[in-house]
């Protein structure tokens, strides 16, 4: 007798997992608020942000013979064109031809996963809001066009978000840790439109950066050749959203800051006063999962169990691990559902906190660091040394992006890497010190008292 | 035109909000989801747990003038009497005779508050439970014995604990900060009833901790002269409240652990198997405040704001401390509720965050740090430097319980006391060294060959 599993929420972890499931024979039923992301008119408006598939992202897809097929749909990114006053700075992501990054449509890649989610006979309901769960049979009550249903299953996954109703349902009285912090920056869109001769306005396979402490700007390409660029800024005071409202004020603001923008978007104060700004969380909570006795279960993956802030560009990749992860715990207790979940939490947790970190971490670096010329001698060595040691020095953007290295273990080896150089900085520092030190000391050892060389 | 204010919850900080709002000129209306707490048998069934009233408690009441009329219902705590294997330990709380703590029942104290606020004309509506709150109102819609009533108000103050159903309401949409962690330990709460002489079974003037790193007891004396016990013990494990499950299990723990119980509490393991372990919760959040255009708003005070662990027993010191605070806020700005409330939240906030800190670090010391020789050597140290210098040098727990010192102020005065112990204790250790070496020196250079001395 097959199992029947119930996801709820149709987004990129949902419509993966859902997929996962169906493959290992599971029935599958889906849940999703919103409606059918291939309906008219829904691409145009849902949320455009463009998302960038590294390693641990690539990997599941491949699994599920879905990468090939979405190769038209992304666009290669071989490193980041760094915008400053001075011009342009281009940083490669890594050595080998395969270290790149692929950029591509949230919308595009949705529709693609639930394609191939239907196509393995998984059924979609659309429409239908979570309002309450039963932890104990487990069974979600929906709010769907026919009114209320009670939809049971013997595994429940709450794919549904940062804001996941599953979450709020399944820490219902339990003792249940939840962190939820709101960066104090927000960020709006706007597109770089492709050029009045067809072409691209600005280098198409790389992402684009302009750091700033006061504001900081992130584009993707798309597969047209236009670019959809986030602009992050602080929510408060005068040059925040707050206080960016006239046309005058938006325009200078622009020309200060990021004045080639102007050209590269030439209805920038439109775009930009047209928006809305969104907000920015990090989630962490504690446990992931509750089985009953009867070997059912319920389990979050995804944001629902570990939103991070966007800057090291690893929401998703992390949502596509969980989901592999997932599917490789399923398969190691195919007759111990609680075992497996467990398994899972246990396998995941440590790492998506260290994700957590880092990605609040690449915020001050891409904010404040790139414009430094000490951190970027210092990633120039980093990559220098990786160059030297391909395989026994790997830069930590490397071991997250490229490998499907643990995030925890790849942060610990990036802090024993960055310890080494440390030292090696520092004995090069004293070497040149003492070799200074020792060219004084004969220097003078050979003057004569006239104070010429006597050599 | 007098002001309306609906403060939810009736407990110790809703309760003493309403009477200062009352003393200040508002109207008041408290809504609270139980009943009333002088109905007949209440006392007997809620919360029993006792609390140490301590300085910042004791200037709120002072202020309200109730702290003389206490004076029946409260046992003055002069210090800490810790049961160690080899016997028992008194640790005065401080020098002078004020610096005691005061055990007080959470409930007899609760009631006197409620007296008090009705009797400057509060209006207490028992049995509402609130389903919404209106940010924009404000309102606050309750579910009450005769259906859902809206009560708008120009201040509304969610004093309605740790699940606060206020605050939930405050963040929908917002970008709100939440951290809600949950100790990996919980309790349950015993009886250490009178002697069978009628005299209490052990020192009636102090509060009791049995410390250990898989288990711990602390007691609070009652004005009948008994005790009340919270037991601490891990939730899992063969020594946690999940394997502690049988009599004999019970009875042979406490034996081992805290033999004195045992003759402390002749019914010891019929009252723990009778008990569900209760949990123990961090809270925190931001902005604890929520003001409209026309100068009315919301605010959160006491666990609703900042729930603590227990183990500084600060809890309810620091939620009355809110309460005065709160009161001079609006005094300080008569006519603007905004400003008042950001006031509030910026005097409070960093130092209740502070608070949390300790609590979880008493946690540590309570349990591990109070068998240390070396920890108790420091702490007399500390207690005897406070009695050389007792302006210049007060130890942290003294300004914690003893003082109205802001938390933060605390922590960073202790924190300097405590660089300038190590760095007297390490040139007490250099000197010692030094000295010995002289000695050495001294001694081999005097010694004759045949290593006899020669003096």
Sequence with gaps: MSRHALVVGSGLAGSLTAVYLARRGYLVRVLERRGDPRAPGVREEGRSINLGLSQRGIVALREIGLLEGLAPLTVPMRGRVVHLPDGLRFQPYGLAEDQILHSVLRHDLNVALVDEAERRGVEFLWGHRVTSVDRAKPAVTALGPGGEEVHTADLVIGAD????AVRGHLGRGRRVDLHQEFLEWGYKELLIPVGDDGRPRTELRALHVWPGDDGLIVAHPNADGSLTATVFLPFDGEHGFAGLTGPGRVRDFFARRFPDTLTLIPDVV?????????????????PWHST????????????????VYPFFGQGMNAA????STLDRC????PHDLPRALAAFEAARKPHTDVLAELSARNFVELRDKLRSPLFLVRKKVDLALHRLFPRKWVPLYTLI???????GDALARARRQDRLLDTALAAAATLAGATLAGLVVR?????SPG?????
Tied chains: 1, 2.
Excluded: M, N, W
């Design 161 to 164: 978000g940062a804001f996941s």
């Design 270 to 286: 439109e775009q930009f006063l047209d928006h809305e700004p969104a907000s920015l969380v990090t989630v962490r909570t504690s």
């Design 292 to 307: 009953t006795d009867e070997g059912r279960g319920i389990v979050l993956i995804g944001d629902a169990a570990h939103a």
């Design 320 to 323: 596509f691990e969980d989901c």
């Design 330 to 333: 399923l398969a190691a207790h």
């Design 401 to 407: 992006a490229h490998t499907t290295v643990p995030y």
């Design 443 to 447: 220097s003078r050892g050979t003057r």
């Design 451 to 455: 104070g010429r060389k006597v050599t």
